[in-house]
């Protein structure tokens, strides 16, 4: 409509010059500083609601987001681990209470544990598996000066230290047993070994391993039964797996205790010149263990979590669980949240490495739980979302989730169980660690 009637070069000009000025004059002045303001309040918003902000950006980028990742404990459960049931060669014990207070009994049966007979069998092994995880951890429980129970450390390990003092086996652990060495948890380990003195043996030094039930089993070439090992058969073998399968039903995550005595000769092998053992040497002391049981915890889901996914979904954001539990376990709790349906399936971490791209970029468009995953695990399927158009927000809390922190369109931290690393790494913090956080 400007170039009708035009006639010179000179009215050309004069036409462009007016198209130009209405361009510019569209764009209000303050719109920079209208949009810095609106993004602003939205950060002052947020802190509201627990969560902390590091850039402008990212309340535009986590208010653009298509799917959620997310991992399960502690985001989507309550991360108050109970330790609920130890399942060993020879029967079941039941634990009582919940949280943190070592209120309740360990029992066998119709007796508590410190009614049954010292030479029992099922109380050798339940007390084995309680004792023996509490040791090979880090964790501490005490009250606070209101009176209530708090974990200082890893709430996972910490239902062991409850777990042992319900069964007054913590003054027993004390004076038996001094650690000395520890080999570390990892994620690609998925287990952790303490090495301590025994004074039952007189002293001698004793390899005590806590991790997930299929890795610490690969690891044994016997089962305790009572004070005796017996050769690792294939029928322990499903009687483990079952046991394990039983207890995820159940929503339990698993954790298994295995035990092997050590010579004088291999603890001085992996010590260094200044006589502190070597956690790398150690390594190779992980072999010919004798598997003493299996315990269930339970780590009920977050009240909010389920209105929370409910919520997500029908605002068309897709919820991910992303967990190092067992498939089992994370499925039952990704129903209960409703972020997958009845007769879905979830896929591990071996399931992962079998897939190429295209294939896992197919099964995300269907999948939402991914479950005994690594670290490089989080990071294909970071990819494969991306790849088909989403935009992923992803939390995390290690120091080995920070490349899926960086590589998600918005990486969220937890603030409460989280790494320095992960805040670093993060665009948001969540200082209440609650899914419900993000989807407000």
Known sequence: ALTSGVHSVREAVDVLIVGVSLAVAAVPEGLPAILSVVLSLGVQAMSRRNAIVKSLASVETLGSA??????????????????????????????????????????????????????????????????????????????????????????????????????????????????????????????????????ERGGGPVLIAKGAPDVLLRHCTGVRRGHEVEPLTEAHRVAVARDVQELSDQALRT???????????????????????????????????????????ID???????????????????????????????????????????????????????????ALREAVAEVSVYARVSPEHKLRIIDALQSRGHIVSMTGDGVNDAPALKKADIGVAMGVTGTEVSKEAADMILTDDDFATIVA
């Open 300 to 358: 009920p889901a977050r009240d909010e979590a389920g209105d929370a996914v409910a919520e997500a979904l029908r605002a068309g954001i897709r919820v991910v669980m992303i967990t190092g539990d067992h498939p089992a376990t994370a499925l039952r709790i990704a129903q209960e949240l409703g972020i997958e349906a009845e007769g879905g399936r979830a896929l591990s971490g071996p399931d992962l490495e079998a897939m190429d791209a295209d």
């Open 66 to 199: 298509s799917v959620i990742c997310s991992d399960k404990t502690g985001t989507l459960t309550r991360n108050e681990m109970t330790m609920r049931a130890v399942r060993t060669a020879s029967g079941h014990a039941w634990i009582e209470g919940v949280g943190y207070a070592p209120q309740g009994e360990v029992r066998l049966g119709d007796s508590a544990l410190h009614e049954t007979a010292a030479e029992d069998p099922l109380r050798m092994e339940a007390t084995l598996v309680v004792s023996g995880g509490a040791l090979a951890s880090n964790a501490e429980v005490g009250r606070e000066e209101d009176g209530s129970w708090a974990v200082l450390g890893d709430p996972t390990e910490a239902a062991f230290v409850v777990a042992e003092r319900k069964a007054g086996l913590d003054t027993e652990r004390g004076t038996r047993f001094t650690r000395i060495a520890e080999v570390p948890f990892t994620s690609e380990r998925k287990m952790m070994s303490v090495i301590a003195t025994d004074a």
């Open 255 to 297: 954790l298994a205790v295995a035990v092997r005595p050590l010579t004088p000769e291999e603890l001085d092998a992996v010590r260094g010149p200044d006589g502190v053992v070597d956690s790398e040497a150690a390594l190779d002391l992980e072999h010919d263990l004798a598997y003493a049981g299996t315990a269930g915890i």
